[in-house]
Nanobody, 122 residues
Framework: QVQLVESGGGLVQPGGSLRLSCAASGFTLDYYAIGWFRQAPGKEREGVSCISSSDGTTYYADSVKGRFSISRDNAKNTVYLQMNSLKPEDTAIYYC???????????????WGQGTQVTVSS
């Protein structure tokens, strides 16, 4: 059974850090680009970051550039999103998803996780 499972979300104060994990089962992440998306209440889902399968090229939304870092550990079949200097506006449900390549919209992603809640508040 193909599955992506996110973990690592939680409540953190502004300026704090979290590391999200996206673990795959039923397929090998090596051959997929993995993207992170987020959706805040009342807002559309937005792409946050993506890491390619071929050479590990990374992409970031302007809103998180310099604060978030995406990485992959193919041996563990897991992708990570390190989030530093968190702001209240980063509060959302974060999803990871698998696609043939980075750069597409959400509809181009084949597999999705169930999401993990990130809340940034004092």
């Amino acid at each position: 059974q193909v599955q992506l499972v996110e973990s690592g979300g939680g409540l953190v104060q502004p300026g704090g850090s979290l590391r999200l994990s996206c673990a795959a089962s039923g397929f090998t992440l090596d051959y997929y680009a993995i993207g992170w998306f987020r959706q805040a209440p009342g807002k559309e889902r937005e792409g946050v970051s993506c890491i390619s399968s071929s050479d590990g090229t990374t992409y970031y939304a302007d809103s998180v550039k310099g604060r978030f870092s995406i990485s992959r550990d193919n041996a563990k079949n897991t992708v990570y999103l390190q989030m530093n200097s968190l702001k209240p506006e980063d509060t959302a449900i974060y999803y990871c998803a698998a696609a043939p390549s980075c750069g597409g919209t959400a509809v181009t992603y084949d597999y999705w996780g169930q999401g993990t809640q990130v809340t940034v508040s004092s």
